[in-house]
Nanobody, 122 residues
Framework: QVQLQESGPGLVEPSQTLSLTCTVS??????????WSWIRQTPGKGLEWIGA???????YYSPSLKNRTSITMVATKKQFTLQLRFVTPEDTGVYYC??????????????WGPGTQVTVSS
């Protein structure tokens, strides 16, 4: 059974870059029709899909966050990462990584990490 675990700093200063890593265990990231996503839950917008990557390094980003977001994958380490640049307090929330069969469709996600709290504050 695939399991995902987010890791990274819990506190980021405004205007800096939020960096998180998702580590996958119990299965491979090399899989057709599987997309590895980042999602967040913020007080202001609720559940929001940020972006996704597949094992061929095809990338998919939310239009509203595209200009600040980078997602990468190191398949040999079974890890994928999120970088969100120029953060503000509105980026504070719980960040999740997940696996799904459709891009930007949380109802297709069949494995989720437990989530990690990120606070943007000086």
């Amino acid at each position: 059974q695939v399991q995902l675990q987010e890791s990274g700093p819990g506190l980021v200063e405004p205007s800096q870059t939020l960096s998180l890593t998702c580590t996958v265990s119990g299965g491979s990231v090399i899989s057709n029709y599987k997309y590895w996503s980042w999602i967040r839950q913020t007080p202001g917008k609720g559940l929001e899909w940020i972006g996704a990557i597949d094992y061929t390094d095809s990338l998919y980003y939310s239009p509203s966050l595209k200009n600040r977001t980078s997602i990468t994958m190191v398949a040999t380490k079974k890890q994928f990462t999120l970088q969100l640049r120029f953060v503000t307090p509105e980026d504070t929330g719980v960040y999740y990584c997940a696996r799904g069969t459709l891009v930007a469709r949380p109802d297709s996600f069949d494995a989720w990490g437990p989530g990690t709290q990120v606070t943007v504050s000086s």
